[in-house]
Each structure stands twice: as C-alpha cells, then as structure tokens.
C-alpha cells in the first residue's frame, strides 16, 4: 500500500508517469501544481501531488489546454461539464475533417491504382466517366475552390471532334447547379472510346503524349472523335514534371 507520507523527486515521477522532467516543471511554473521543497531545494512530489498530476495529465490526454487546466481547478461542477462538452464539440468537429480527408485520400490512392492498371492495360475500351464539364469562368471564387478542395469538383477537360478540334477544359462534377454554367456535356450514344494516359508537361503544355495516343489508333485504322480528360496527379519522370490525366480517346 502507497505511504500516503512518502514523498518521491522529480526523476521518479517522470520516470513512472511518462512524462519529460522539463515539462513537468513547467507545469510547476505555470501553477498547474504547487509542490514543496526539501533542504537541498529539491521538488518533493508527495500523494496528494501525485493525485493533482494524475488529473492534470488525464485533461492533457483529453486535449485541454494548459490555460483551461489551470481555470478548471477553481471551476465548479456544471462549469466543469461546459468544459467537457466543449472539447466534445471541437474533437467531433476534428473527426468530421479527418473522415473527410480519409476519403479522399482513399479516393486518391484508388484513382493512382487506376493510372497504375491503365499504364499495363493501354487503349482498353471503356466509357468516361465524366458526365459533364462545369465552365471555369469563376475561377476566382473562392467557393468554386472549396468545392475542389473537398473533392466534388476535378480539374478536366474534352478535345472536340472534327472539325473543332478546339479544347475545353472545366471542372468534372456530377450535375450543374442553379449558379453554374455548363461547359460541355458528354452526349449518350453507341461510342467508343479507348483509355490511355495522357502526360502533359507543367512547364510547356504544348509537350504532351496525346499524338502517341491518336497515331496508335489512326494506325489501326479509325478516325479520332472527342478526347476526354480527368487530372489525377503531378510526378516528375523523365527529367520532366507531368501533369497525368486518366483519358478516353474516342475512336470511329
């Protein structure tokens, strides 16, 4: 049983709580725990301490800052709630972000996994998956880049068709709202298309591999129809930064 008349120095404590004697203090300085001294100056860490630090250090594992610890010695139960639920609302709120990171990176890591079966697996025939193309005409409001920022909207764009050949870039997102404008719409048809990667260099986005793309299928023997892009990632390779986009050619 714990000599409730025993006392123990600085080093022990770190060593039993876990806790760097630097911080601990610290802690002292900030008034956080008030200690006595033995002759030799030394910091005297009795039971009731000890008890005082168990509580400092289960608000610290809680989130609570220093300056809220040092305010809750002298708070009375309900305030003491209010502080509970506070930090209750702030870890939910953290936890909301973090999910919302989570899926995107999951999102992220799926689409590099696409790039990746895509590279092995060129000029396979599928269908984009870009329904439509919002306008970038508000570019500049800062909303349209919390949009992107969350992943509802992704940098794309479409090469039309003869005798346009003209390209239009925009946003990928699923359907356009009242306050967007629509750029281009993927029209539903009997189409083909076969998908490639498409590399566009950062520096000069005229340096890309899309004449690969259209001469291997030209070769074969079909005419080219509309080309559609969706960003993925940057890398560097080939002593050149790229610009990797997941791509649709369409071949007739």
Not at 151 to 163: D, I, K
Request: aromatic residues 14%; charged residues 25%; hydrophobic residues 35%.
């Amino acid at each position: 049983m714990w000599d409730k008349d025993k006392t123990v120095n600085i080093s022990t404590v770190s060593e039993t709580f876990g806790i760097p004697a630097s911080t601990l203090r610290y802690w002292e300085s900030m008034g956080l725990i008030s200690l006595s001294r033995r002759e030799n100056n030394y910091r005297e860490y009795t039971y009731s301490s000890l008890l005082d630090l168990s509580d400092i250090c289960y608000l610290r594992n809680l989130g609570i800052p220093i300056k809220a610890i040092k305010e809750y010695q002298t708070l009375s139960l309900a305030d003491s709630n209010a502080l509970y639920l506070k930090k209750k609302s702030e870890l939910e709120t953290q936890i909301n972000s973090l999910q919302g990171t989570y899926s995107m990176l999951r999102k992220t890591l799926s689409l590099m996994k696409e790039l990746e079966y895509i590279r092995e697996h060129p000029y396979t025939e599928t269908q984009p998956d870009v329904p439509l193309l919002l306008s970038h005409s508000k570019l500049y409001d800062k909303e349209v880049w919390k949009k992107y920022f969350s992943g509802q909207y992704q940098f794309a764009g479409v090469r039309l068709g003869p005798p346009d050949y003209r390209w239009i870039w925009g946003w990928a997102a699923e359907s356009c709202g009242p306050d967007e404008e629509l750029a281009w719409t993927f029209a539903e048809g009997n189409r083909h298309f076969a998908q490639f990667i498409l590399r566009i260099d950062t520096t000069n986005r005229k340096h890309t591999n899309l004449d690969e793309a259209i001469n291997h299928l030209t070769a074969c023997g079909y005419t080219i129809g509309e080309i559609i892009v969706r960003y993925i990632t940057i890398a560097y390779e080939d002593q050149t930064r790229w610009d990797y986009y997941k791509a649709w050619i369409e071949f007739i």
